[in-house]
């Protein structure tokens, strides 16, 4: 999966294209010092976004704004909080 576009919204949003799911729309909203999925503007053209593809975008859609540190460190606190 790769990150093909973005465009720039209100209040800091971005959103994000993936060529994985072409005909849908991903927002990402900030949180701290990254950017999280707040929405995803599904299209049914595109297969079903699974749990593992939000995480693969966040990540992806971090690295590409310089935030990619930030988020790890959100993802490592999390793991530990689950107790995983």
Do not use: C
């Not at 593992?52 to 999390?78: C, H, Q």
């Amino acid at each position: 999966m790769e990150l093909v576009n973005i465009s720039y919204m209100k209040k800091g949003q971005i959103l994000g294209f993936f060529d994985n799911f072409p005909h849908s729309k991903v927002l990402f909203t900030p949180i701290k010092k990254y950017y999280f999925i707040s929405y995803v503007y599904w299209d049914e053209r595109d297969s079903v976004v699974s749990q593992e593809d939000l995480e693969k975008m966040e990540m992806l859609f971090n690295s590409y704004m310089g935030r990619e540190a930030f988020y790890r460190k959100r993802r490592s606190a999390e793991m530990e909080v689950r107790g995983v």
